[in-house]
């Protein structure tokens, strides 16, 4: 969540438009001993830098496509034009707030209005929780379904090609999902939506983990 003394962040401040000459060192070691290059979390920039770098595909171990939903988290189309060459995947995130532009503007006001609480009850938590409870009630989180996960695999695919794709829920560090997405138990409904898309099998299988091994 932070840029570090050699890579840029994509929610922090950046230091160096991507990776550090040191950081350019790091990818390169990471390569010799056989460590996957994970790029969830990092700049676009050093995306890119590091996908320059690396001489091993890399991975996005739990995003989203940036050409749908214009959060930081996500992957902007240009550097999904690179993974073809460097055969690195994209696994799909399932955070609402990542994958819905409502459920993120949705978040986004919640978070101002627990600041705004905050504010004003510096001396009670309860105050905020209670308050934000009421905030909730009038204003619910908006559903994220199934299909929407579906639509970032699939513009994934469109931009990079069925070998650049897997998923990756990011059930330990979320606290809502996707509706009929609550656990990996639920991964057939997500598969079910594909094959009405007109998914084969063999695109399926290799969503399923064969584009990541």
Do not use: C
Not at 71 to 98: A, C, K
Not at 139 to 153: E, F, L, N, Q
Request: glycine share 10%; net charge negative; aromatic share 8%.
């Amino acid at each position: 969540n932070q840029t570090t003394e050699w890579a840029d962040s994509a929610t922090d401040d950046p230091k160096y438009g991507g990776l550090s000459p040191f950081g350019v060192e790091v990818v390169h070691e990471m390569n010799r001993i056989g460590m996957l290059v994970d790029l969830s979390h990092v700049s676009p920039d050093t995306m890119k830098a590091a996908i320059a770098a690396s001489r091993a595909p890399v991975i996005f171990s739990h995003s989203s496509a940036r050409g749908l939903v214009d959060h930081p988290r996500n992957v902007p189309d240009d550097v999904l034009r690179m993974l073809p060459t460097n055969g690195g995947v994209v696994m799909v995130n399932f955070v609402p707030e990542f994958i819905s532009d409502a459920a993120y503007r949705w978040g986004a006001e919640r978070n101002a209005e627990e600041a705004r609480l905050k504010a004003f009850n510096r001396a009670s938590k309860a105050a905020v929780e209670a308050g934000l409870k009421t905030w909730e009630a009038a204003h619910p989180r908006p559903v994220v379904t199934v299909s929407t996960v579906a639509d970032h695999i699939e513009h994934i695919v469109k931009i990079a090609g069925y070998d650049h794709v897997g998923i990756g829920g990011d059930f330990d560090g979320i606290t809502s999902t996707p509706q009929g997405l609550a656990g990996v138990g639920d991964y057939p409904a997500l598969f079910a939506e594909l094959i009405r898309r007109g998914w084969s099998d063999q695109n399926l299988a290799k969503l399923a983990g064969g584009n990541l091994l």
